[in-house]
């Protein structure tokens, strides 16, 4: 399974994007499929998921509100909506597909997701 990721680029603060996920082959029933940024200098981190069951989606305290994470199962597409960007949302933004459904203490670690986009930029600037 590959990942295309998309929709990156530079935007001012309070600002708005939508990065789209594309699995190059049918998306596993019962996956998760979930959103890390890794900054300059800094560890990847959690910034959202999705299971492929109805159900709450979850999010890093720093996003929460203002980020919208979807998935379209009939489209195999996963999205990240983020408004209100802040400079320190400046990041490489990965998608990622678990084949299993995560544990909530699992979802937010990306050791537990097998495939992974190539990352796409997002730049904020003040």
């Known amino acids: 399974v590959q990942l295309q990721a998309s929709g990156g680029g530079l935007v001012q603060t309070g600002g708005s994007l939508r990065l789209s996920c594309a699995p190059s082959?049918?998306?596993?029933?019962?996956?998760?499929m979930g959103w890390f940024r890794q900054a300059p200098g800094k560890d990847r981190e959690f910034v959202a998921a999705?299971?492929?069951?109805?159900?709450?989606?979850y999010y890093a305290g720093s996003v929460k509100g203002r980020f919208t994470i979807s998935r379209d199962n009939a489209e195999n597409t996963l999205y990240l909506q983020m408004n209100s960007l802040k400079p320190e949302d400046t990041a490489v933004y990965y998608c990622?597909?678990?084949?299993?459904?995560?544990?909530?203490?699992?979802?937010?670690?990306?050791?537990?997701?097998?495939?992974w986009g190539q990352g796409t930029l997002v730049t904020v600037s003040s």
């Open positions: 082959t049918v998306t596993f029933s019962g996956s998760t």
């Open positions: 999705t299971r492929f069951t109805p159900g709450s989606p």
């Open positions: 990622a597909l678990a084949r299993s459904t995560l544990i909530l203490s699992s979802l937010y670690r990306s050791e537990h997701y097998e495939y």
